[in-house]
DNA sequence: ACCTGAACACCGTTCAAGT
DNA sequence: ACCTGAACACCGTTCAAGT
């Protein structure tokens, strides 16, 4: 049973790789065979063609190998795909939007950080499925503790007592990663992103067949057919942020006027 | 492709049934193979061996038939996941432990299905994945919308305006998945339910592992690590839900005293 | 140390054939 | 209408053998 393995994401082989590069030979196809060059790949092919279709042997294809060479780098395919996760996370949240002229303070860099992770998503739609993958099997693998401290950072800036920092971000954390989970509207497997014209006719087909459930079982469903027919996800994702921490503010932020935040920068 | 097929969650061939069960016959072995016994027997599957070994080779060994037979009932094995997820759902929905006279009115209603949801998990460790898949690659399916309904309703009766019912209900509902994928801790497939033992052992392991990460790297998490340590999901997951129904009442609820909730019955 | 590639033990799904 | 069971086209992973 390997459960609770907590961060011990490296191969069993393999640690160092800081060799240099074999110098000039040839220069695309005959690079040696590294962690981080399987990595790359599976980003790519994940981008390319989802998550159903990032298959060893998609690699060793792309890669020129065998499975085996694959395999003395990677430990296994839960492992590979736990660090393509890992990998677009730090780089969405390194390289986020520099906010406007620090706009909104430590309000304004929780909102940040997580409309980075929402554009990251959009951007690579297989990435929904794995962050909850990595938090369902992994709770406090690399790539939930990583999130975690871009997201207790601010929170601790925003004046919250020390004794509510867990509860507190963890709350942003899960309304982050449930919020994103829905709205990355793909085929599930995130394989390709999906036209604007799609998804307006999906909406409309969806919110006219709400409007047809029985009045008994699905009231509440029926009544917001039509609001959930012209709502935006990005929007309404910055709302339900806005909501938490309105809720944070409210309860443990002392001498904070109750429902007052700083004016979210209309980026 | 099949995006978005929405609601057609039924095979195409085997619509009624029905027909009365061939009366005596032999009594467990030999009744006739339904769609609903399909079910049935994939989630006691699901419940004791885990979601990775659900599998129609296993279906079929326990029910004495040939995969043939399940795919005359079934169209394919997601098919099979959702609806098992859904029947399970449903029943933890509809059979939430009475809450002590009508303690705590909406809010108090919004709990108790927030908490039946939890405690769902914690008796089928595999419905945390499941509810993630769902809300992934259908993200208005049955298993969504019955979800929806359950926490729309009394967020209607809280007093929140018409034109915040679906924005609020949501923010509710990415909180609840969210905050559940993480607390499934098992091992994903959600195989064994893991002891209480393992458990603190576990939190005992990450909570030290936490505080030898790198400061300049990792300076929130190191500081919730003790923190992190002596916490209990059940309870967290408590004071997400009041939190996000503090920013609620707040923002949207007039009237109310912000920051004021009915009090939690200590149930 | 790093890589090759055949082979193994599995999957989900299909489909002619039976009743 | 419902079920059988062999067969198909895939998987991830292993491992003796090469360099």
Redo the contacts between chains.
């Keep these: ?4 393995s ?2 011990d994401q490296c191969s069993n082989r393999a640690k160092m790789s800081g060799m240099a590069i074999r110098t000039r030979q040839s220069q695309r196809r005959r690079q040696v065979l590294t962690r981080e060059r399987i990595v790359e790949t599976a980003v790519e092919l994940l981008d390319e063609v989802g998550a159903d279709a990032l298959t060893v042997r998609a690699l060793t294809g792309r890669l020129a190998t065998g499975p085996g060479a694959i395999y003395w780098h990677i430990g296994n395919m839960d492992e590979l795909l736990e660090a393509a996760t890992d990998a677009v996370v730090a780089t969405a949240l390194a390289t986020r939007p520099a906010q406007p002229a620090e706009a909104g303070g430590a309000a304004g860099e929780i909102r940040s950080v997580a409309l980075g992770l929402f554009d990251a998503i959009t951007e690579h739609p297989w990435l ?2 794995q962050l ?2 990595q ?6 693998g690399p790539v ?2 990583r999130i ?2 871009s997201i ?2 601010p ?2 800036a925003l004046g919250v007592p ?2 509510d ?7 942003l ?7 994103t ?9 995130g394989s390709v992103p ?1 036209s604007e014209a ?1 998804r307006a ?2 909406l409309d ?2 919110s006219r ?1 709400w409007q047809e459930l029985d009045p008994d ?5 029926r ?2 057919a039509e ?2 027919r012209e ?1 935006d996800d990005r929007e ?1 994702f910055r ?2 942020i ?7 503010t ?2 443990h932020v002392k001498g904070s006027a ?2 007052r935040l700083p004016r979210p920068s209309t980026a």
């Design positions: 049973m390997e459960r609770y907590m961060l929904a499925a909850a993958v938090l369902i099997r992994n709770p406090w939930t503790l975690f401290e207790g950072r929170v601790r020390q004794g920092w867990f509860t507190t971000t963890s709350t954390v899960h309304y982050i990663l449930g919020a989970a829905q709205t990355s509207h793909g085929s599930g497997d999906g799609d006719e999906f087909t969806a067949a079982d699905y009231p509440f469903i009544a917001i609001q959930m709502h309404q709302s339900g806005d909501l938490v921490l309105t809720g944070i409210t309860l109750p429902g």
